[in-house]
């Protein structure tokens, strides 16, 4: 229970890396942030007791005058927001990455590491069959088959497509994890949080990993081109620092590993894969 609050309370945390209750209007020298995290769950509210001593850290850090987020956890949500909002940064889930650097010009200024926030390896999983072979043509429950070309090219690569299977939506990561714990579908496609999950559920016992993916970087903190040069550095040099000193406590409390400044040499394969 600890880690699920944890892990809804690092949601929340991104989302308020936009740090201001003022309204933000291009223009007017605010930063807009979008944090998209895709197979996020639980409520951000919940944690909003947890964020407050990060808030006006990060808001002295960076020297906004007026900032606003916005977190959601769909890529048809984050594409509107951008369209509607034009942010300046951007804490986004790889896939998402991958999908949106192209058409808006994405530079990598770092990554952000959750705890227990997922999508850093996937691995298919069974309670009835013992190899990756034995799960083709059969169908594998996950609920991450929405993003194909991520999973062909990014995470199955030259071992497996989404077409080798039966595709079974699932929607909700527990969902997944409680199906082929239960034998309803032959197989799942999971992430690392999901893993580490199942070992909780009726069942778990007997389910067994077949295939492991290679491990992937994490989430990436991203500048729009409508962030000026100053902002960025500004933006870019700091993010080290919001989860040391006085900040580590609430870090942990939320369930945030740390934000590091990066940049697109750390996601030159991945960018590869997802281009063939």
């Not at 807009?32 to 006006?56: C, F, M």
């Not at 606003?68 to 986004?92: M, N, Q, W």
Request: proline share 3%.
């Amino acid at each position: 229970m600890r880690q699920t609050i944890r892990n809804v309370a690092a949601a929340a945390l991104l989302a308020t890396l936009a740090l201001t209750p003022l309204a933000a209007d291009a223009g007017d020298g605010s930063v807009n942030i979008l944090i998209l995290k895709e197979h996020g769950v639980g409520s951000a509210s919940t944690a909003q007791e947890y964020v407050d001593k990060l808030v006006a850290r990060v808001a002295k850090q960076n020297s906004w005058t007026a900032a606003a987020g916005k977190y959601v956890t769909s890529r048809s949500a984050g594409k509107t927001y951008i369209k509607e909002s034009d942010p300046h940064f951007g804490i986004l889930s790889l896939g998402a990455f991958l999908d949106l650097r192209g058409a808006h010009k994405l530079e990598v200024v770092g990554t952000a590491e959750v705890a227990g926030g997922g999508g850093r390896q996937y691995f298919v999983v069974s309670a009835s069959e013992t190899t990756l072979a034995g799960c083709k043509g059969k169908t594998l429950g996950t609920d991450h088959g929405d993003d194909v070309r991520f999973i062909d090219k990014v995470v199955g690569k030259s071992d497996f497509s989404l077409s080798d299977f039966t595709v079974e939506d699932t929607r909700r990561p527990m969902k997944t994890v409680n199906a082929v714990a239960r034998g309803e579908v032959a197989c799942a496609l999971i992430d690392d949080a999901q893993q580490a999950s199942i070992a909780g559920v009726e069942g778990g016992d007997a389910v067994k990993v077949v295939w492991s993916s290679e491990k992937l970087p994490p989430m990436v903190v991203v500048a729009f081109p409508s962030a000026p040069a100053a902002e960025r550095t500004s933006f870019k040099a700091n993010l080290g620092s919001v989860c040391s000193g006085d900040g580590a406590s609430a870090c942990k409390e939320v369930g945030l590993s740390s934000l590091a400044k990066g940049d697109e040499s750390l996601y030159a394969d991945v960018i590869a894969d997802y281009a063939k």
